[in-house]
């Protein structure tokens, strides 16, 4: 969704786009910068991944296991990771609740519209 009209949204009111039967999400994006609302299933995982855009992730619900690089951490509502640029990253949604995430890209994913 991208609405420069409008600059307002509310996630509530915008379609889920499935990407497998384990994870869908939300998106909205301007010209540099893109949100992406990820729900990952509870014991589902985004497999390793890169791509040229730098990332934010904040953990919204669940408790999830996230790789970057070499790095691996267990993270909770609250917390959040740093994903730079081409560095393998992946997560895990762990025990009975599904993830919820917010993504931050940019520049934006040209490839998720």
């Not at 040229?52 to 996230?66: A, C, F, S």
């Not at 267990?74 to 730079?84: A, D, K, M, N």
Request: proline fraction near 5%; charge should be negative; avoid cysteine.
């Amino acid at each position: 969704m991208k609405n420069l009209e409008n600059p307002f949204f509310n996630w509530d009111e915008l379609d889920w786009i499935v990407v497998d039967e384990n994870i869908r999400r939300k998106q909205i994006w301007l010209d540099k910068l893109m949100h992406v609302l990820v729900e990952i299933k509870a014991g589902a995982t985004a497999p390793l991944r890169n791509h040229p855009h730098e990332q934010t992730g904040y953990i919204l619900q669940g408790r999830v296991k996230v790789t970057v690089g070499e790095y691996e951490k267990i993270l909770t509502p609250g917390s959040g990771y740093l994903v730079p640029h081409l560095s393998a990253h992946g997560v895990q949604a762990l025990g009975e609740e599904d993830a919820l995430i917010l993504d931050t890209f940019t520049p934006q994913r040209e490839d998720f519209k």
